[in-house]
């Protein structure tokens, strides 16, 4: 029983970096899409293969996903609540990704993984929720915004007396660097965030002892499916990032993605702090925006964006809840 239960939750877990990726994929490569700098099918692929190698880049998130947010529950009562956990992000994941709103695949996991916890009577490490979660989901946006902000107005100052017509084609063609960028440190977060719920079932299952390393086949596989998921392509969430904030030209496209990116990768190597790229991306751009005129940005389409960023670690963390509870009554 128990290893059939540990066979069901790993294909749910890969089931959630599928859908991370497909709801995520937008986050890389719709600007570079948006201003035409990347044909849609190019930009995907290319944000397929840097997903997988950003993947093996790090291993620091993964650990503060695996040992940082929850106490290792044991038994059958551990595998449900990473079910539950893993079941409350897909189904926040398809809702989102289903009415074009570009929230946190990684926030709906969090959430999921503390409802879960909470329903099933395991202790939730408050002080890492709070240091590696809810402090970064409010700072990391208002980073990307400024930082988008300021390197917009660097851009604009350094190219002032630039041809428009030959640096707008000189920074499509920049944009296929930035976007690869921005794919690669999506791979870097968002993979290690579905290790790491891999190697807590493999340690509740007692296939591997609190603290060992991640199984090569653990990292492939995860990056495998985020990629897969990424070709599949978000188009509802695209054609939001891309069109709905602000009609974005090269130059800004390039700003907002070398934005994103860095910080991804600051948030990754230092502090070892899994953010969302959506929050990241999304800000980034709106800052980037903000520089050709405040009402340039259509604030109302961002004021709901934020509003699900806000509501999606409860929602998830509520259906997680719901699930465990059903699982519980079922299976005992």
């Known amino acids: 029983m128990q290893t059939f239960s540990l066979i069901v939750t790993v294909g749910v877990a890969l089931f959630f970096t599928y859908t991370n990726g497909f709801h ?135 190219f002032r007396r630039a041809n428009p017509h030959k640096a707008k084609r000189g ?21 290690q965030k579905t290790m790491g719920v891999v190697v807590l079932a493999l340690t509740i299952a007692d296939v591997q002892e609190e603290g060992d390393g991640i199984p090569l086949w653990v990292k492939f596989t995860c990056a495998a499916m985020l990629s897969l998921g990424t070709y599949a392509g978000g188009w509802r969430i695209m054609r939001t990032l891309g069109r709905k904030i602000i009609e974005l030209d090269p130059p800004q496209g390039f700003a907002a993605e070398t934005t994103a990116a860095s910080i991804l990768y600051t948030t990754a190597y230092i502090f070892k702090a899994p953010i969302s790229t959506t929050h990241v991306i999304t800000s980034a751009i709106m800052g980037v925006g903000a520089t050709k005129r405040v009402n340039a940005v259509r604030w109302g389409v961002a004021k709901n964006i934020v509003i699900g960023w806000f509501i999606t670690m409860p929602a998830a963390a509520a259906v997680a809840a719901l699930v465990y509870a059903v699982v519980h009554v079922a299976f005992g």
Do not use: C
Not at 39 to 58: D, E, H, I
Not at 134 to 155: Q, R, T, W
Not at 171 to 191: E, K, N, P
């Open 171 to 191: 920074f499509r063609i920049a944009q296929t660097v930035s976007a690869a960028g921005m794919a690669l440190g999506h791979g870097l977060q968002d993979a």
């Open 24 to 158: 995520d994929s937008a986050n890389a490569i719709a600007t570079s899409v948006s201003t035409r700098a990347l044909t849609p099918r190019a930009a995907l692929a290319m944000a397929a293969v840097m997903n997988l190698a950003g993947a093996f880049l790090g291993t620091g998130i993964a650990h503060t996903v695996s040992e940082g947010l929850i106490e290792t529950p044991h038994g059958q009562t551990g595998m449900a609540i990473l079910f539950a956990g893993l079941v409350g992000a897909i189904v926040w994941n398809l809702i989102t990704w289903y009415y074009g709103l570009p929230s946190s695949s990684s926030h709906a996991l969090f959430g999921g993984l503390v409802g879960a916890a909470l329903a099933g009577g395991t202790d939730v490490l408050w002080s890492g929720v709070v240091d590696k979660i809810i402090l970064p989901m409010f700072l990391s946006p208002i980073v990307g915004l400024v930082v988008g902000y300021l390197v917009m107005l660097l851009i604009l100052w350094l």
